[in-house]
Antibody, heavy 126, light 108 residues
């Protein structure tokens, strides 16, 4: 059974840092890309960050709202994905989901989120 | 800026009804770049449809996706009590993922 468990959330002051972890099991972590998606209280879903697996270069992508502040990484030996968040703002307050990313390939490619964790709440407030 | 607009915002229906949810892209996105997710209150989203029309593993065949270009549809042929939830469409393109704002399907 595929499982993703987020941890590391909490209350933090604006301008400070926080690191989220996504511990996975039930699949070969190194075969998949991973991503973080967030949901502000009472709002919709917002994609945050993405990291390809090593076979596709391990490259990263970020939403404009977090680029240069957030860093996604992966440790294939531990099956963990991490989101380091710096210079946090009140608007970063959200439930942060970790998701496994699968890939549909034809003459193009489409990445989609096929398994999700239960989320880790990050509250940025003074 | 690329935007996905879902309509209606809320759909009030009864169990057994057919639900038709719309997702419109602000520019043509071709085919196979759209997914749909279901989110129940207090739960994580669940993948329903990917590649416009392919059902995810374990998803009942009452859920179907269709469309191309700018207009996409999620259809639930006969609503079951467990289908009342919020539904999001999602596009992948240009190394970005964009979600619609969601459609809530509520019990009438």
């Amino acid at each position: 059974e595929v499982q993703l468990v987020e941890s590391g959330g909490g209350l933090v002051q604006p301008g400070r840092s926080l690191k989220l972890s996504c511990t996975t099991s039930g699949f070969t972590f190194g075969d998949y890309a991973m991503s973080w998606i967030r949901q502000a209280p009472g709002k919709g879903l917002e994609w945050v960050a993405f990291i390809r697996n090593k076979a596709y270069g391990g490259t990263t992508e970020y939403a404009a709202s977090v680029r240069d502040r957030f860093t996604i990484s992966r440790d294939d030996s531990k099956s963990i994905a991490t989101l380091e968040m710096n210079s946090l703002k009140t608007e970063d307050t959200a439930l942060y989901y970790c998701a496994r990313v699968d890939l549909l390939v034809w003459f193009g490619e489409m990445y989609y989120f096929d398994h999700w964790g239960q989320g880790s709440l990050v509250t940025v407030s003074s | 800026e690329f935007v996905l607009t879902q309509s209606p915002g809320t759909l009030s229906l009864s169990p057994g009804d057919r639900a038709t949810l719309s997702c419109r892209a602000s520019q043509s996105v071709g085919s196979r770049f759209l997914a749909w997710y279901q989110q129940k209150a207090g739960q994580a989203p669940r993948l329903l449809i990917y590649g416009d029309s392919s059902r995810a593993t374990g998803i009942p065949d009452r859920f179907s996706g269709s469309g191309s270009g700018t207009d996409f549809t999620l259809t639930i042929s006969r609503l079951e009590p467990e289908d009342f939830a919020v539904y999001y469409c999602q596009h992948y393109g240009w190394s970005r993922w964009t979600f619609g704002q969601g459609t809530k399907v509520e019990i009438k």
